[in-house]
């Protein structure tokens, strides 16, 4: 047991690492302050479940994750590493768009609409980026593709048009789409919401599954029973702040915040 | 209609006989129409047929005669390239107009207001004349710098150049709204996708939001080339040698004036029956992923 133990500690210790890291980031849109200073961190390998009410700022945090919206003030880091801006002298910079797309390929995202490409068949979606971005060889991505295929489930699906499947198969595609990048972590903005109550599972089934190969995630979510069943980190935010964040098994039974009380007691 | 109706009868008996039946309503009004249409049909076919003014035979010995057919190749030759100058120009064009930037946004709505504004007939005889406003053309550094090339305007521009660049230029106009329309067709999130794969700006213009706007791009751009195709013949003003000039050159000889614009119409109908078969097949092409029946290769 102690011998086990013993190899378990090194694991232990590059999972303290910092991935991700938001400081002091805020967000306004028109005269509304979306973001209000959110800090945050993510550990390598962790699953961070972001909650909360309608319009308060998760999307557009993890939007300012890949720089997809730039913050107007603050940092997000990945891996030490400055989104979307360059630090000289104490200042930060902006990235153009070329520089950016550099950052961008090693951040996963996943949206609520999928996104996939229609005029492209599901194989075309997954190893388009690979080739283009990553100068893989077509042998190459197309053996990866087909493997990622196989991990979500569609193995059959690889000549297939987006528009000829599912909500739940576009955004396994799309979840396949985003691997093939190989990232060193993976958003989700809200992966479920566009699907059918009864198609939500074949996706969360993928996430969950990617948690257990120890993929570092942040997913937008309303789906408070799949939050709490990853056994990840939950962040709760209102209105533009985050009220309160901890293991889900803590937040999710003995929330601490009014707010997350009413929240959780809303949503459930 | 008669095949389901028995075949209900047959499977669902009395219940299904019993159902009120849809038949069609008189319709006195469609004879009347046939009527008065063949009418007219007859009366244009019989003029065609007895009128000794169209000329058949003259027509019929002109249509293949080498200065009408040298006509054409001109005419489709200057088609060609003022829709090319018109991509080539106007596809910048309306990246420029729906770019972020307010500077590239009044470029491209400048160029689109001028070029669309001015009537391609005053442009191409400006062009043609572009020799009193600057006897040279050169290259250097302006307000009297020093000059590396010049060449004397009335060599540079031709008729060609003139037709070109006349109608070229309004072409790139009207193709920058077109391919607009095309480019704010996309769904924002395409692009949004396309940035968090890693691609850069060229390549997602490129590979998700050209080909998807192409499908909004490709009919009124195929109603352009049909539209340049007759307006070449504008360019006869400034002496180019394409279709419609060179059957003003035969009649102004022979005097048979309606049998040779009867030749010049049919060629530009054979022209423009290509191009719809084209179009058509371009239309198909970049409808991939979106039709109902599509479906890839292997499945």
New interface residues.
């Given amino acids: 047991m102690n011998h086990i133990e013993s190899i378990a500690v090194p694991t232990m210790n590059i999972r303290e690492k910092t991935l991700l890291r938001v400081d002091n980031v805020w967000k306004v849109r028109g005269s509304n302050v979306v973001l209000k200073g959110v800090d945050l961190t993510v550990r390598e390998g962790e699953a961070l479940c972001l909650l909360g009410p309608s319009g308060a700022g998760k999307s557009t945090l993890l939007r300012c994750m890949n720089a997809i919206e730039m913050a107007d003030r603050g940092v997000v880091y990945v891996d030490d590493v400055p989104i979307g801006c360059r630090e000289k002298n104490g200042h930060f910079y902006r990235l153009n768009e070329r520089e950016l797309s550099h950052q961008r390929a090693g951040i996963g995202m996943v949206f609520q609409n999928f996104n996939l490409f229609p005029h492209m068949s599901v194989l075309q979606n997954i190893i388009n980026a690979p080739m283009r971005v990553r100068g893989l060889r077509k042998a190459d991505a197309v053996e990866q593709a087909h493997a990622l295929l196989a991990s979500v489930g569609l193995a059959d699906k690889a000549n297939h048009y987006p528009r000829h499947l599912s909500g739940g198969q576009q955004q396994r595609v799309a979840i396949a789409r985003a691997l093939a990048m190989d990232p060193q972590i993976m958003l989700f903005d809200e992966p479920t919401s566009a699907l059918d109550p009864h198609l939500t599972h074949e996706v969360l089934d993928v996430i969950r599954s990617l948690r257990e190969r120890g993929m570092t995630m942040v997913i937008v979510t309303h789906e408070i029973p799949f939050a709490r069943d990853l056994g990840g980190a939950v962040a709760v935010m209102a209105d533009g702040f985050i009220i309160e964040e901890g293991p889900a098994s803590t937040v999710l039974t003995k929330p601490v915040h009014e707010r997350t009380r009413a929240f959780l007691a809303h949503a459930l | 209609m008669v095949a389901s109706s028995t075949l209900l009868d047959m499977e669902f008996g009395d219940r299904a006989r019993a159902a009120p039946r849809m038949l069609s309503p008189g319709n006195g009004g469609r004879w009347i129409a046939i009527g008065l249409i063949g009418l007219a049909v007859a009366w244009v076919v019989y003029q065609i047929l007895v009128n000794p003014g169209f000329q058949w035979p003259v027509v019929a010995d002109f249509m293949l005669d080498p200065t009408v057919l040298e006509g054409v190749g001109m005419t489709i030759k200057l088609t060609i390239l003022v829709m090319m100058i018109g991509m080539v120009i106007g596809v910048p064009i309306a990246v420029m107009n729906v770019s972020q930037s307010r500077l590239l946004k009044l470029c491209g709505g400048a160029f689109i207001w001028f070029f669309r504004g001015v009537p391609p007939l005053v442009q191409l005889v400006f062009w043609y004349n572009l020799a009193s406003l600057f006897p040279d053309l050169m290259l250097g550094i302006p307000f009297g710098g020093p000059k590396f090339f010049s060449v004397s305007s009335t060599d540079a521009i031709s008729s060609f150049g003139a037709a070109m660049l006349g109608l070229g230029l309004v072409e790139a106009a009207y193709m920058a709204e077109i391919v607009r329309g095309g480019l704010v067709a996309v ?1 924002p ?2 692009v ?10 060229f ?1 997602t213009l490129r ?2 939001i050209l ?2 706007a192409m499908k909004v791009i490709i009919p009124p751009t195929g109603n352009q080339f049909i539209g340049a195709l007759k307006f070449t013949s504008l360019a006869s003003v400034v002496a180019l040698g394409e279709l419609m000039h060179s059957v003003e050159l035969v009649y102004s000889n022979n005097f048979q004036i309606v049998p040779l614009l009867i030749v010049a119409a049919l060629w530009y109908v054979i022209m423009v029956s290509i191009l719809t078969v084209g179009q058509h097949f371009l239309e198909r092409h970049y409808s ?3 039709r109902q029946k ?6």
């Fill in positions: 769904d999130g395409q949004e996708a396309s940035k968090a794969l890693g691609h850069g700006p390549q590979m998700v080909p998807q991939r992923g979106f599509t479906m890839g290769a292997g499945a």
